[in-house]
């Protein structure tokens, strides 16, 4: 089955600064890769999403790139606020299967420091 | 709209307990979820149903059971509980297939002691 392995672990940034988290997965066959924020006790809210056949999406100070030949993905946050502090996971989904059949990597703990 | 409502919250079962967490959505999804998140980790995808009277296994199935007799309820039955199972599980739902945003319910924290 599909793996997504995601790093870092925990992101520590001065608030202004660019965030950047990295995700690989191992099925070639995978076309959909979201993100979603996660903040303390509450559910995961998707951020932003891409699928195979984008190299890269933006939404105002969030953008996923997409690397199918290296199989990853990478989720860019700019000018970072203290509100953008929580909890980050990638997912990928793969062809032929439901988009909600998500496989998750294992989160990353952004800190914005004021 | 409520959206994805989950009860209950928080539960405390003893090992070889069965419960079952429900799970209602009034969006009129066909595609429902259920995923636990272990601490310090992503989440993981016990079951899936595809629309009423259609159920399959995700990644970690053993230990539960799921059934789907109506659109908009999908409830996770818990047999003989483990510690293991200690988590926050998570209900989702999507329209279609091919609708990427997964719509969470609040989470139901189930300890096994």
């Known amino acids: 089955g599909e793996n997504v392995e995601q790093h870092p672990s925990t992101l520590s940034v001065q608030e202004g600064d660019s965030a950047v988290i990295k995700c690989t997965y191992s099925?070639?066959?995978?076309?959909?890769f979201p993100w979603y924020k996660q903040e303390l006790g509450k559910r995961p809210q998707l951020i932003i999403d891409?699928?195979?056949?984008?190299g890269e999406k933006k939404d105002q100070r969030i953008a996923v790139t997409l690397n199918k030949t290296a199989k990853h993905f990478s989720l860019h946050i700019t000018e970072t606020q203290p509100e953008d502090s929580a909890v980050y996971f990638c997912?990928?989904?793969?062809?032929?299967?439901?988009?909600?059949?998500?496989?998750f990597g294992q989160g990353t703990i952004l800190t914005v420091h004021p | 709209n409520a959206g994805v409502t989950q009860t209950p919250k928080f539960r405390i079962l003893k090992i070889g307990q069965s419960m079952t967490l429900q799970c209602t959505q009034d969006?009129?999804?066909?595609?429902m979820y259920w995923y636990r998140q272990d601490p310090g980790m992503g989440l993981k995808l016990i079951y899936y149903?595809?629309?009423?009277?259609?159920?399959d296994k995700g990644e970690v199935p053993n230990g539960y059971n799921v059934s789907r007799s109506t659109t908009e309820d999908f409830p996770l039955r818990l047999e003989l509980a483990a510690p293991s199972q200690t988590s926050v599980y998570f209900c989702?739902?999507?329209?279609?297939?091919?609708?990427?945003?997964?719509?969470f319910g609040e989470g139901s924290r189930l300890t096994v002691l």
């Open positions: 997912a990928a989904s793969g062809r032929g299967t439901s988009y909600g059949k998500l496989t």
């Open positions: 149903s595809v629309g009423a009277g259609i159920t």
């Open positions: 969006m009129n999804h066909n595609y």
């Open positions: 099925d070639s066959a995978s076309n959909y």
């Open positions: 989702a739902s999507t329209q279609t297939q091919n609708t990427g945003e997964l719509f």
């Open positions: 891409i699928r195979s056949n984008v």
